[in-house]
């Protein structure tokens, strides 16, 4: 089994579970449950950082893979991973400056970064697995 095999699954599985813990963390904090969230949100952060490594890796080894499909899916596929792409490069500063504010506890700035940065995020990690599915599944 190579490493094309089984490189792209584990890359994709990283944004998934790093979006399971932003979920988790948002409902902590929305039970006030503060170290709880912390915890969960760094959780979020460091899976999110281990995909972006994968991700790197994954394209130096391999290179970009093509979508080999045409017509309406070709479509689709674009209409996903265009916004995708555009969004991935404002998570990570964005979640990174979050963290900042938290850290300072500058917990108002926090949530203000915190109230649009967990929906993009979670699109981001959503359609990230579409695309992974869109490329080597269907």
Known sequence: MGVETWLPPLTSGMILVSGLFLVAGWIAIKRKQRERHHRLMLGATIFAALFLVLYVTRFLLLGAKPFEHGGWLRT??????????ILAMVVGPAALLAIYRANKKQFRQHRRIGRWLVPVWLFVAASGWVIYWMLYQL
Do not use: G
């Not at 689709?76 to 792409?85: D, Q, R, T, V």
């Open 76 to 85: 689709l596929y674009f209409a996903i991973l265009i916004p995708h792409s």
